[in-house]
């Protein structure tokens, strides 16, 4: 494979290399014949580009957030239409050339969005369309939340999305999404009307809970197990401005910051009050990124009164627009690092619990640095109970009888010699705060792991619990010949 693109990148360097569709260059179809296939039978709305693009497509289509999710490609397609989304599955389906699909690229797993033979890049997907009659917004599955934002704020509305900046809509919703309306609304699957699929034969549907309950059941949290989806339709919400922001503490107002997430977590029933509460190591200090969001322009007093009384080295919460919030966070401080996450479900963040959070941002903090890691970070993310009785059944969470706050785990690093260390520590991490909780009551033994956390090698039932046959069942129904196993992700 190294001898392939050598090859390739010596002998095609004279050419202009990358081009749209319908081509013709031998040597592509030399070294490429997949994607020479590809180029021929797709439409001129479908662009295929290859290593060496002097004007850096095929470079933007396999880049990711954590470049430890970025694989060189033999090259890498941007679909314009449903119809060329179908022909290529079916020419990666009859070939068996593995495949990967990325939307926003916010993946951490390696190789779940990512590979070495043909990458499809969701970009030109881009739609975003807004009914003031029905309250819905199709939007497309290359776009990050952003931009869906951006594009519906004119409307006085938003949608159940992604929580910070840079996040794709693609694996967001389909790995489940919670977002900071959950306790309004519920997961961001929750909210989807309709999922526009192509499936793996390539017939192209609309997917909604009447037209097929099972399929619509099943992508609900299923991922990327039954084709390829286009397009989302989605409940849409008003949206005015929020009060919301960033607070940052140094190590020694840790004990303060703890005690009052504790007691929001406890205590706080308004469903419009949200926080997280980030334990990280940076720099060789542990710290803490305290993010607060009340959805509205002013908050009712004593929500969030105990944070604001903790002397802090930053501030910068205030009313503004639902957009501006989300773009100010800094989810891009790391981005370009390598990186992982991995997570526990919990039913409540006690004191306790909380200590020994700190006690693991420490204790790694200290000894990943040394490995070249560059940020270590604990994400406290309690969600009220009731958040999952805004839904039906769907293939995440396995179980709505009790609600499941995400703990997430994210370390940064920079050396690729270093990528078991920081996985294998991640899971021992996770394990000793489930621990802690368990050894505290919380029944979480067998509660599933959000999915868009859960590292790589997590067992399906950790996912999908008793879910877990009927959902490869329904894989096998509309997979057959198992086109989907050519790409990353949890394989049903």
Same mark, same amino acid.
């Given at each position: 494979?190294?001898?392939?693109?050598?090859?390739?990148? !010596?002998?095609?360097?004279?050419?202009?290399?990358?081009?749209?569709?319908?081509?013709?260059?031998?040597?592509?179809?030399?070294?490429?014949?997949?994607?020479?296939?590809?180029?021929?039978?797709?439409?001129?709305?479908?662009?295929?580009?290859?290593?060496?693009?002097?004007?850096?497509?095929?470079?933007?289509?396999?880049?990711?957030?954590?470049?430890?999710?970025?694989?060189?490609?033999?090259?890498?397609?941007? *679909?314009?239409?449903?119809?060329?989304? /179908?022909?290529? %599955?079916?020419?990666?389906?009859? @070939?068996?050339?593995?495949?990967?699909?990325?939307?926003?690229?916010?993946?951490?797993?390696?190789? +779940?969005?990512?590979?070495? =033979?043909?990458?499809?890049?969701?970009?030109? +997907?881009?739609?975003?369309?807004?009914?003031?009659?029905?309250? @819905?917004?199709?939007?497309?599955?290359?776009?990050?939340?952003?931009?869906?934002?951006?594009?519906?704020?004119?409307?006085?509305?938003?949608?159940?999305?992604?929580?910070?900046?840079?996040?794709?809509?693609?694996?967001?919703?389909?790995?489940?999404?919670?977002?900071?309306?959950?306790?309004?609304?519920?997961?961001?699957?929750?909210?989807?009307?309709?999922?526009?699929?192509?499936?793996?034969?390539?017939?192209?549907?609309?997917?909604?809970?009447?037209?097929?309950?099972?399929?619509? +059941?099943?992508?609900?949290?299923?991922?990327?197990?039954?084709?390829?989806?286009?397009?989302?339709?989605?409940?849409?919400? $008003?949206?005015?401005?929020?009060?919301?922001?960033?607070?940052?503490? @140094?190590?020694?107002?840790?004990?303060?910051?703890?005690?009052?997430?504790?007691?929001?977590?406890?205590?706080?029933?308004?469903?419009?009050?949200?926080?997280?509460?980030?334990?990280?190591?940076?720099?060789?200090?542990?710290?803490?990124?305290?993010? !607060?969001?009340?959805?509205?322009?002013?908050?009712?007093?004593?929500?969030?009164?105990?944070? %604001?009384?903790? $002397?802090?080295?930053?501030?910068?919460?205030?009313?503004?627009?639902?957009?501006?919030?989300?773009?100010?966070?800094?989810?891009?401080?790391?981005?370009?690092?390598?990186?992982?996450?991995?997570?526990?479900?919990?039913?409540?963040?006690?004191?306790?619990?909380?200590?020994?959070?700190?006690?693991?941002?420490?204790?790694?903090?200290?000894?990943?640095?040394?490995?070249?890691?560059?940020? !270590?970070?604990? =994400?406290?993310?309690?969600?009220?109970?009731?958040?999952?009785?805004?839904?039906?059944?769907?293939?995440?969470?396995?179980?709505?009888?009790?609600?499941?706050? $995400?703990?997430?785990?994210? +370390?940064?690093? @920079?050396?690729?010699?270093?990528?078991?260390?920081?996985?294998?520590?991640?899971?021992?991490? /996770?394990?000793?705060?489930?621990?802690?909780?368990?050894?505290?009551?919380?029944?979480?033994?067998?509660?599933? &792991?959000?999915?868009?956390?859960? &590292?790589?090698?997590? *067992?399906?039932?950790?996912?999908?619990?008793?879910?877990? *046959?009927?959902?490869?069942?329904?894989?096998?129904?509309?997979? *057959?010949?198992?086109?989907?196993?050519?790409?990353?992700?949890?394989?049903?």
């Amino acid at each position: 494979m190294l001898r392939h693109y050598l090859i390739a990148g !010596i002998s095609l360097a004279s050419y202009v290399f990358a081009h749209s569709a319908h081509s013709d260059l031998d040597l592509t179809t030399r070294f490429f014949p997949v994607c020479a296939q590809i180029e021929d039978e797709t439409s001129s709305a479908t662009s295929v580009f290859y290593p060496g693009d002097i004007l850096g497509r095929y470079a933007a289509d396999i880049s990711h957030w954590a470049s430890s999710s970025t694989q060189f490609a033999e090259c890498s397609v941007r *679909p314009g239409t449903a119809e060329d989304v /179908a022909k290529i %599955l079916q020419i990666v389906g009859s @070939t068996r050339k593995p495949f990967a699909v990325k939307g926003g690229g916010h993946a951490s797993n390696p190789g +779940f969005s990512s590979t070495n =033979g043909i990458q499809i890049s969701m970009k030109p +997907f881009a739609e975003v369309t807004y009914d003031a009659e029905s309250q @819905t917004v199709v939007i497309g599955a290359g776009l990050i939340w952003d931009d869906v934002y951006a594009a519906l704020a004119p409307y006085g509305v938003s949608v159940v999305g992604g929580r910070v900046t840079g996040v794709g809509v693609a694996g967001f919703i389909l790995g489940g999404g919670y977002s900071w309306l959950t306790n309004q609304h519920g997961l961001t699957i929750d909210t989807v009307l309709a999922f526009e699929l192509v499936k793996p034969n390539g017939d192209i549907v609309n997917v909604t809970e009447a037209s097929d309950p099972n399929l619509f +059941f099943g992508l609900k949290g299923g991922m990327n197990n039954f084709g390829i989806v286009t397009r989302f339709t989605l409940k849409t919400f $008003p949206q005015g401005q929020v009060w919301a922001g960033s607070i940052t503490y @140094t190590f020694d107002r840790i004990p303060s910051v703890t005690a009052a997430t504790a007691k929001f977590s406890s205590t706080v029933t308004d469903p419009k009050a949200v926080i997280i509460t980030t334990y990280n190591f940076l720099l060789g200090q542990p710290g803490i990124l305290q993010l !607060i969001f009340y959805d509205g322009p002013e908050p009712p007093t004593g929500i969030f009164d105990d944070f %604001l009384a903790i $002397p802090h080295l930053t501030n910068d919460v205030s009313t503004r627009d639902f957009t501006s919030f989300v773009k100010g966070l800094p989810a891009n401080a790391t981005y370009g690092q390598r990186g992982i996450f991995q997570s526990v479900s919990l039913t409540e963040y006690t004191t306790t619990l909380l200590d020994a959070v700190y006690n693991e941002t420490v204790f790694w903090g200290s000894r990943l640095s040394l490995l070249s890691g560059s940020f !270590i970070s604990y =994400g406290v993310e309690p969600f009220l109970p009731t958040l999952f009785s805004h839904g039906s059944d769907s293939a995440y969470p396995p179980s709505r009888e009790k609600g499941l706050s $995400p703990f997430n785990i994210y +370390f940064a690093w @920079t050396s690729s010699l270093s990528d078991d260390e920081f996985h294998e520590a991640a899971r021992q991490s /996770a394990a000793q705060i489930k621990a802690v909780a368990m050894a505290e009551g919380q029944d979480i033994s067998d509660v599933a &792991i959000y999915p868009n956390y859960a &590292i790589y090698d997590t *067992p399906l039932e950790g996912l999908y619990g008793s879910n877990v *046959p009927t959902l490869q069942a329904l894989k096998a129904s509309i997979d *057959p010949t198992n086109v989907m196993g050519l790409a990353g992700g949890f394989r049903l």
